[in-house]
Structures are given as C-alpha cells and as structure tokens.
C-alpha cells in the first residue's frame, strides 16, 4: 500500500533549505511525514521562506536584534519619572501603558505577576507611596513622581524583609505565582493598620484600632488570591510579624498509654 505521506513529500519536492529546517526541528521518518501531513507542504514552504529570510536578513546585519517594542513608534508617548526600589527611574511608554507591563516589559522587574489582568486575583500587586496598588489597573502615567515598590525591592540586600522570613517559615506558598503580590499586599496591610486605617471587620479601642484579628487579617487580604489555597499559613505568617509572636504549631506527644484510654473512654 502506497505510503499518502511518502506521495505528499515526493509530490511536493522540499528545497534544500527546507530539508535542512526540518532536520533542525527534529523531524525525520514517519513523524517529519505526519507533520507535513497535518500543516501541508504548500503551508510549511511559506513558513520556511519567511524564517530564512529573517535569519538571512540577521546575518546581514539588516534588522536590529533589539525587541520589537523598542523599533516601533510610540503613540501618545509620555515620559514617566518616578523612584521604584529606591531607584530614581524614568521611561518613556504609551499613555495607556499599565504600571505592571512597565515593570515587567520595560524594566525587568518580573516578579510582580499578570493574573487576571482585570484587577480581580491580586498577583500584580505593589506598594506606591505606601498603599497598596494594582499594577495591572494602574496607568504608568499615572506614577509620575511617586515611590513604588515591587518585590524585588523588599529585601535588604541577601537579607529577606520579616514578612518574606515568616512566608518561607510557614510555606505560606505552593506554587509561587501569586506570592509576590500576596507579600507586597501583607506589607503594606499592616503600615495601613500603624497609621489606624480600619477595615470592616476592624475592632476599635478608643480612636485606634486593636491588634489585628484573624478576621481583620483575612478581610484586609481578600483581594488576594491564592488558587492552591495557602490561606492558614499566609494567616499566620502576616500574624507573626504583625504580633511579634510564633504561631508555629506546637506538637505535644502522648505518652505511652494514654491514647488506648482515650478510645476506652470513647467506646463506655
């Protein structure tokens, strides 16, 4: 029985340049037929074309290595000035360029994160002049001469901020992905509760708030989503800077004996 793929590839007759691409892709035998079998010759002849030409076109010096974002124009550029980490920084973005696209596209500060991108999850949370922002709802623009700061810019140093120390103490994490924003939110919660900004659940004495609750604590940090479900130890991280105090489980063992008379006890 004549082989459909083999007819395909013998019909179509691959230049040199295209053998030699897909042996740079890996594809030989049955699965380079089966390839060409699912995206067509014809198809993959203009893929082939247009990646030569972009290779030829590099090594001719032809077109700049720089990305793409850099070589084209601007619309509506605007020049913003503002301090991130304690680093006096300025660029030049898009008015309609977001806070987080900035930090991630144009200054490589990758650790806040793009969830939702709609302001729902909490991931690309930062601290600006102080408070709590999301960076993916807030125009770069709108930055101009204040003071941000993004994860990277928590830690002294080789020296991790409290509230980092007490995430990595009580794996208040599993994934990672919306730890950064889960940080920076802590942080600036607990600046909000010095100055005595209440929350809806906040328990008052006099005209300053009390030590935080547990409720406080989670209501403050509603915002923040975390899908593996982490809650009990980022709870407890945020307590243990916030009080001073251990919240680490304790483990008392039983002694010999007693557990069997527990389940005596259970079973009268």
């Known amino acids: 029985m004549t082989d459909h793929f083999e007819d395909l590839h013998d019909a179509e007759g691959l230049t040199a340049d295209e053998e030699k691409l897909l042996d740079e892709l890996g594809l030989e035998g049955e699965s380079r037929r089966r390839f060409l079998g699912q995206v067509g010759a014809a198809g993959f002849s203009v893929f082939a074309l247009q990646l030569i030409a972009e ?3 590099h090594a001719a010096g032809e077109v700049p290595l720089e990305p793409a974002a850099e070589r084209l124009p601007l619309e509506n550029a605007v020049k913003v000035a503002f301090k991130v980490n304690g680093e006096q920084r300025s660029v030049t973005v898009d008015s309609r360029t977001t806070l987080l696209d900035t930090l991630r596209e144009r200054l490589d500060l990758t650790g806040s994160k793009k969830g939702c991108d709609h302001g729902q999850c909490g991931a ?5 002049d102080g408070r709590r922002v999301l960076s993916c ?6 930055c101009e001469g204040k003071d941000v700061t993004t994860i990277e810019g928590l830690a002294k ?4 901020h409290p509230m980092q120390d007490a995430f990595v103490k009580y794996d208040a994490f599993q994934c990672g992905y919306c730890t950064p924003g889960q940080i920076c939110s802590a942080v600036a919660l607990l600046d909000e509760a010095k100055r ?18 547990d409720d406080d604590i989670r209501e403050r940090m509603s915002g923040n989503i ?11 991280a945020i307590k243990e800077v916030h009080k001073g105090e251990e ?3 304790t483990w008392n063992f ?7 008379k527990e389940v005596d006890d259970e079973t009268v």
Request: net charge positive; aromatic share 4%.
């Open 55 to 57: 290779r030829e076109a």
């Open 124 to 128: 690309c949370t930062v601290i600006a």
């Open 137 to 142: 709802l807030t125009l770069a623009a709108a």
């Open 157 to 160: 140093g080789e020296t991790l």
């Open 196 to 213: 005595g900004e209440a929350s809806y659940v906040t328990e008052t004495t006099g005209n300053r708030p009390a030590k935080l609750s």
């Open 226 to 236: 975390c899908r593996c479900g982490a809650y009990p130890n980022i709870l407890k």
């Open 247 to 249: 919240t680490a489980a």
């Open 254 to 260: 039983a002694k010999p004996g007693l557990l069997d």
